[in-house]
């Protein structure tokens, strides 16, 4: 059938732990084959099976202790010799799933610059897409960046990066939709100074649907209200980097609220579509129970 992947990235905090481990529990109970992955060599609990891992190769601890290298430092030395160490790497994965009907999670580092501006991933996705692998990166963001437009635009800018330098096929998600439900959704308070009746329409409570395409005409006019007293340089930062979104216009998101079975069907779908996993799938024949005589005349 082919071999699959979802490559999970993110900023740390975004739940990429906590998706996987919601993953493995929908493809469990959908019966659907999946290999768990571990490529966070800082890790240290998981809340799924892990069937490869990272850490057998190379740890941060042990680059910590036996380097003296801080964390950033470390994590980066860490997915440099894995990337010089694919071979290891490929070997582990036949291991596990040595056939041609496969489908991999896997769980990212959460320090970004292996994905925006570091080449190191992007080596390791080559790797992928060389053994015959369908890349998905999907790239997770926390519903709380919603409050903050500075915020929302920061996580829109690195997931464009990431999906410039790695080249591979993309889902955005906003995660923790569930968490941002029960959270008061309310814009972080502007300063009283300034403050006009078109900004208090936008001070209603944050709904996330309306941040799943970005707006950013929208964004510039909230950022411009909430820092009135701001530097003209801050202003023209902040529309230089919503004038790259809109050149680019590549960057969407999906919502995920890993409490609502449909929503989680939703995001899988939408992967599923972009690495066209089950398009050679045999159709599923049910034995049709003779009509009764009479019936239907």
Not at 126 to 141: P, R, T
Not at 150 to 177: F, P, R, W
Not at 201 to 216: G, I, R, W
Not at 234 to 254: A, G, P, Q
């Amino acid at each position: 059938m082919g071999r699959y992947m979802q490559l999970v990235m993110g900023p740390a905090g975004s739940g990429k732990s906590t998706y996987c481990s919601t993953m493995e529990q929908y493809f469990e109970a959908s019966k659907r084959q999946v290999t768990m992955v571990n490529l966070d060599p800082a890790a240290e609990h998981f809340n799924y099976q892990v069937s490869v891992d990272v850490r057998d190769l190379v740890s941060l601890d042990d680059v910590a202790e036996e380097l003296d290298y801080g964390p950033n430092g470390g994590l980066i030395f860490c997915m440099e010799h894995l990337a010089q160490n694919l071979d290891w790497l490929k070997d582990q994965f036949d291991e596990v799933a040595p056939s041609d009907d496969e489908y991999f999670i896997v769980d990212c580092p959460g320090q970004i610059e292996l994905f925006t501006h570091i080449p190191v991933m992007r080596k390791v996705c080559n790797a992928f897409k060389s053994w015959n692998i369908s890349v998905c990166g999907v790239y997770l963001i926390d519903a709380l960046f919603i409050d903050d437009p500075a915020k929302y635009i920061s996580g829109t800018m690195m997931a464009l990066a990431a999906m410039v330098q790695l080249e591979v096929a993309h889902i955005n998600v906003i995660s923790k939709c569930d968490l941002k439900e029960r959270a008061s959704g309310t814009l972080n308070p502007p300063p009283e100074d300034g403050l006009d009746a078109a900004f208090e329409s936008e001070a209603n409570p944050v709904k996330v649907d309306d941040y799943l395409v970005p707006d950013t005409l929208r964004l510039r006019n909230m950022i411009d209200t909430i820092h009135a007293g701001a530097s003209p340089q801050f202003k023209r930062l902040h529309d230089s980097i919503c004038s790259l979104i809109d050149d680019y216009t590549m960057v969407n998101f999906v919502a995920l609220n890993i409490t609502d079975i449909q929503s989680i069907e939703v995001v899988l779908a939408h992967i599923d579509n972009a690495i066209n996993y089950g398009e050679d799938l045999e159709p599923k024949l049910t034995d049709m129970p003779d009509e009764e005589p009479g019936v239907g005349m």
